[in-house]
């Protein structure tokens, strides 16, 4: 029997519910309308524009698709634009046919037209093989910390499923849309940052980058704990979810004046009581967390490919990113 012809060609305002029929397939969504609110956030509403969409076609039957997000780095002044490569699937009774890695390298094709610099990701372990064969370099291991709760290890120590996509509800300081309106305050504490080093390459946090990624879809749990009656004294970022049988917290993002690290540190160590969560997690160095666990080997693997020709991939060392920036939503 004849192998059927793929054809793959960028998305189209007519592929929308198809699209949604197949990552929904893929995902294993049940309501639709939930996912649809989800996939608007993720790939339309940020501010670094709509996310590239790439589709693989049989007999007019969209059968594969590949999304990349833009995701805008700054390093000495500069901006450099990235896509994170993130939702892929193609249909059960196309799998095995070469779609992923197909509309994976022509979907580059047309990201270096675009001027995009390079893409990274932080592949499971059932894909980063695939995509180590595509070119793909490893970067390394991002360091987690973990400050756990004596009282709760036992639970701590069960939880290996991935954690819930959704956070849980949560009385502890206010919703994110809520902190995050006032660009005012957000403008001057980013303003009153330190530069970072020479060369670190840091996500481009604007007040309009941190509202869609905390206050842009509120299922997913996100609020703010100010460290003062006045947000400009600065706040941390934080959710409450499930992971197995244990109750996470997770440190997403701070915004956090020079001098403000020890008061910071007391709140977050209230937070995590006050939570009842049975531990807390957060990026290694970029949270402001006193008495964690580095955990080395158990963060996310950071993988990394070159777009434009001459492109050098950035050491581990170099990438300044949050829990925010690497999670998986």
Do not use: C
């Not at 969209?62 to 002044?77: E, I, K, N, Q």
């Not at 670190?200 to 749990?221: D, E």
């Not at 703010?224 to 197995?244: H, K, M, Q, S, W």
């Not at 910071?264 to 209230?270: C, F």
Request: aromatic share 8%; charged share 20%.
């Amino acid at each position: 029997m004849p192998s059927l012809e793929v054809s793959v060609r960028p998305l189209s305002l007519e592929d929308g519910p198809a699209v949604l029929a197949v990552l929904g397939a893929s995902l294993g969504w049940q309501d639709r309308s939930v996912f649809a609110e989800y996939v608007q956030w993720k790939h339309r509403s940020s501010p670094f524009g709509p996310s590239p969409v790439w589709v693989a076609e049989v007999d007019g039957e969209v059968v594969g698709v590949r999304l990349f997000m833009r995701w805008d780095f700054r390093r000495d002044g500069a901006t450099l634009r990235a896509v994170r490569a993130v939702d892929t699937a193609t249909l059960p009774s196309h799998q095995g046919q070469g779609i992923f890695r197909r509309l994976t390298l022509e979907g580059l094709e047309d990201l270096r037209a675009d001027g995009i610099e390079f893409v990274f990701n932080t592949p499971n372990a059932q894909s980063g093989p695939g995509y180590l064969k595509m070119g793909w370099q490893e970067v390394g291991t991002i360091p987690l910390e973990v400050r756990f709760r004596p009282t709760r290890l036992h639970r701590s120590m069960r939880a290996r499923a991935a954690g819930e996509r959704w956070g849980l509800a949560v009385d502890l300081g206010i919703p994110a849309s809520v902190g995050l309106a006032d660009d005012s305050a957000i403008i001057d504490l980013l303003a009153a940052a330190p530069p970072p080093p020479s060369g670190a390459l840091a996500i481009h946090r604007t007040p309009a980058y941190l509202r869609w990624r905390y206050a842009g879809l509120p299922r997913l749990g996100y609020r703010i704990e100010a460290l003062g009656p006045d947000l400009a004294e600065g706040f941390v970022i934080f959710r409450l979810r499930r992971r197995g049988a244990a109750t996470e917290l997770d440190l997403l993002d701070s915004l956090l004046p020079p001098a403000a690290t020890k008061a910071a540190q007391r709140v977050v160590a209230k937070l995590l009581v006050a939570s009842g969560a049975d531990h807390l997690v957060a990026a290694a160095g970029s949270a402001p967390v006193r008495g964690a666990i580095r955990l080395r080997r158990l963060g996310p693997a950071l993988v990394w490919r070159g777009v434009q020709p001459g492109a050098l991939r950035p050491p581990l060392e170099q990438w300044r990113l949050n829990l925010g920036d690497i999670e998986l939503f």
